[in-house]
């Protein structure tokens, strides 16, 4: 069993304090030294690595004494930390077994107790508490953080609405883009279930707490999709990237898409005249899918060159132009143009598409709730997907 050092030096800390607050109550009052003894036993097992009775002794000291439970919390805190959960819940379970605790010390060991719970992802234990406290304690931030940490891990959207929208009330306004992606999270589902109806629903509240939140306009313009309405799908996409550049691309993709699957990438390309091609990479991106897939060689070979004479050309346009002089020549020369191609193409695979501004991590797939952080709507597109698109996001 190891048993790190820097766990002792808060308890020994709060042992001190212990000690001190004793030693200036025996002037005062009778006092039991043998509880000292008994505690100075337990600190003894701490030390020599034996943590499970180092808990029996101290467990002891506070079945006879109650004033030790802010100790017994402090310990049960530090082994939840080390990840030892089961010592932490032995702990607060007896504290709060003892009899005669002030409401105070009862509520914070339960509070300490359904933390344990949460973290040993035992969640209906941890839900039972955190209702409990929010019943007595209805103006406690930290419980309903707790239940909405617990409501995020089921997915349970609506009551992490419900929680959240009480954490807004209780003054912490940074809620409410997290309360949009909630109903985001709602909107995603029923469109998936082609429940159009409620899809939209959830988008209007998703829009209600954060106007700017561009999952919601992404959603709208699928919604549209999906009900045929495909101007006003191309007025949500086109709110996307007015509202964040950095996502262009994805809305540009489901532009792409949307005209692609009609068979009108005609009109796609007469309408992005109108976008500014001069700065907007993802559009001049988009220009060249639709004539790759038009099958307008000689409009895909202007591109290109045109893309390559500008100062910062992208790599993965390079890529393409290289693609195509491998296609288009033979011999030696075209064994240049493949090596070069293989070369690049060795390099863009260290790239991942997006990365979370937060935590730093990096993956192909956008999620909006960060696997690492937990931090809702920081995952953005990198400086791969911008290269993609020949667009500097930096
Ligand atoms: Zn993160």
Redesign the pocket.
């Known amino acids: 069993m190891d048993f790190v050092p820097w766990l002792l030096l808060p308890v020994a800390a709060a042992a001190g304090w212990w000690s001190a607050h004793r030693a200036s109550k025996k002037n005062n009052t009778n006092t039991t030294p043998e509880l000292n003894d008994q505690y100075v036993r337990g600190l003894n097992y701490l030390l020599n690595e034996q943590p499970d009775k180092a808990i029996e002794a101290l467990i002891n000291v506070v079945d006879t004494d109650h004033e030790t439970v802010n100790t017994h919390l402090v310990l049960g805190a530090l082994f939840r930390r080390r990840g030892e959960i089961e010592r932490a819940i032995r702990i607060h379970q007896n504290v709060i077994a003892r009899p005669t605790l002030t409401t105070e010390q009862r509520e914070t060991a339960m509070l300490e107790l359904g933390t344990d719970y949460l973290k040993a992802g035992v969640l209906d234990r941890a839900e039972n508490i955190f209702r409990k406290l929010a019943n007595k304690q209805s103006q406690n931030k930290r419980v309903y953080q707790r239940l909405q940490e617990i409501y995020e891990q089921e997915k349970d959207w609506q009551q992490a609405i419900a929680v959240t929208e009480k954490l807004n009330r209780l003054g912490d306004k940074t809620q409410a883009s997290r309360i949009a992606q909630y109903h985001c999270e709602v909107a995603e589902t029923s469109l998936n279930k082609k429940n159009l109806s409620d899809a939209k629903k959830a988008i209007k509240s998703a829009l209600k707490y954060d106007e700017r939140c561009f999952r919601a306009h992404l959603l709208s313009g699928d919604v549209h999709v999906a009900q045929q309405d495909f101007s006003k799908a191309e007025q949500a996409y086109q709110k996307v990237f007015q509202i964040n550049r950095g996502f262009a691309p994805i809305a540009y993709d489901r532009m792409f898409t949307m005209y692609a699957t009609q068979n009108k990438l005609d009109d796609l390309l007469q309408d992005l005249e109108a976008h500014d091609l001069e700065t907007n990479a993802a559009a001049r991106y988009t220009q060249l899918r639709a004539y790759t897939m038009l099958q307008n060689e000689r409009a895909v070979r202007d591109f290109l060159h045109a893309e390559l004479a500008r100062k910062n050309a992208s790599p993965i346009l390079v890529k393409r132009y290289l693609e195509l002089m491998r296609e288009s020549t033979d011999g030696d020369v075209q064994q240049t143009f493949a090596t070069l191609h293989e070369l690049l193409d060795v390099e863009l695979a260290n790239y991942r598409s997006f990365r979370?501004t937060?935590?730093g991590?990096d993956t192909n797939t956008l999620f909006w709730n960060?696997p690492?952080?937990r931090?809702w709507g920081?995952s953005k597109p990198n400086r791969f997907m911008s290269i993609e698109y020949g667009q500097d996001l930096d």
């Open positions: 979370c937060s935590c991590y960060c690492t952080c931090k920081t």
